[in-house]
């Protein structure tokens, strides 16, 4: 669906995206994560066409970026991080506006509005929304006409717990559809749970490009820690592959005398400090 071969951007005379290469398959969720100013909106406004004046190759859809027509416009939908809603009308009359510049066949707005919970206040000025709810009627505008890729700029940003599951799960509903999805996130357990795989930026270069899971696992397997009570508590650990060689652990459970085990793995934040030496603020 995407691919990007040697891609060179600059705003000044100092190139600002250097030498970037990735390809994102129909289908996949692909997340794009890295600090303020490592060029993640930037490489959006690329592919979606914005900024023409770059090096290299970048295609959607099998089209260069420097020429995206009108149809393109038909297969993609956008949520950006803030609201691009007119504040003086009310939710469904910005839904109706929207899907009234596409062609084809549009998503019911009541479905919708009912889908992320705004159903009763569909008929209320978006100037009286909160930000999540916001948040929450941008996400669907980008869905109103059922395009065949989402780009996605935090959309879980500024929503309580039960909205941000509800968020991910359409989210992934959305990727059982045949959608391809760009999510780029600050969130970390977001990008863990919901990408197939993940690009580090900083700097305007891609410092590691995999599976979340693959990335977790090559920096560091699994630790198993252990306490037990030896003239007062006292605490072991050991690599989760390596539990058969641990005599003293083998030894602590034949004679029943652990008093916690427990395992863990680095997250996807501790591997980005790791790879880049940059934390995601």
């Known amino acids: 669906m995407i691919e990007v071969k040697?891609?060179?951007?600059?705003y000044t005379n100092k190139p600002f995206i250097t030498d970037m290469n990735f390809d994102v398959k129909k289908g996949e969720i692909f997340g794009f994560l890295g600090p303020s100013g490592a060029g993640k909106s930037t490489l959006?406004?690329?592919?979606?066409?914005?900024?023409?004046?770059?090096?290299?190759?970048?295609?959607?859809?099998?089209?260069?970026c420097r020429k995206h027509g009108d149809s393109f416009y038909q297969m993609i939908g956008v949520d950006f991080e803030y609201s691009t809603m007119y504040e003086k009308l009310t939710a469904r009359e910005n839904l109706e506006f929207f899907s009234s510049l596409y062609e084809g066949k549009k998503r019911p707005i009541n479905e919708l509005l009912e889908r992320v919970g705004l159903e009763n206040d569909a008929d209320k000025k978006v100037s009286d929304y909160s930000k999540g709810m916001k948040s929450r009627l941008n996400f669907v505008k980008a869905l109103i006409h059922d395009p065949e890729l989402?780009?996605?700029d935090e959309p879980t940003s500024g929503l309580d717990p039960t909205n941000n599951r509800m968020m991910k799960d359409m989210i992934l509903e959305e990727k059982k559809r045949g959608k391809t999805i760009l999510l780029t996130?600050?969130?970390?357990?977001?990008?863990?749970?919901?990408?197939?795989?993940?690009?580090?930026?900083?700097?305007?270069?891609?410092?590691?490009l995999d599976s979340p899971?693959?990335?977790?696992?090559?920096?560091?397997?699994?630790?198993?820690?252990?306490?037990?009570?030896?003239?007062g508590e006292r605490s072991g650990s050991c690599r989760?592959?390596?539990?058969?060689?641990?005599?003293?652990?083998?030894?602590?459970?034949?004679?029943?005398?652990?008093?916690?085990?427990?395992?863990?793995?680095?997250?996807?934040?501790?591997?980005?400090?790791?790879?880049?030496?940059?934390?995601?603020?």
Request: aromatic letters at 8%; hydrophobic letters at 40%.
């Open 213 to 231: 899971h693959n990335l977790i696992m090559s920096k560091g397997a699994a630790k198993l820690t252990y306490t037990w009570d030896e003239n």
């Open 185 to 208: 996130t600050h969130n970390m357990q977001d990008a863990t749970e919901l990408c197939d795989r993940v690009a580090f930026i900083v700097g305007g270069q891609i410092y590691a």
């Open 6 to 10: 040697n891609l060179t951007f600059s």
């Open 150 to 152: 989402l780009f996605l």
């Open 44 to 64: 959006q406004k690329i592919l979606l066409g914005m900024l023409p004046g770059y090096q290299g190759l970048a295609t959607v859809g099998g089209t260069e």
């Open 240 to 281: 989760l592959d390596c539990v058969a060689d641990d005599q003293r652990l083998s030894k602590l459970i034949s004679e029943n005398r652990l008093l916690s085990i427990h395992s863990s793995e680095p997250t996807l934040n501790d591997i980005f400090i790791e790879i880049t030496g940059r934390t995601l603020v």
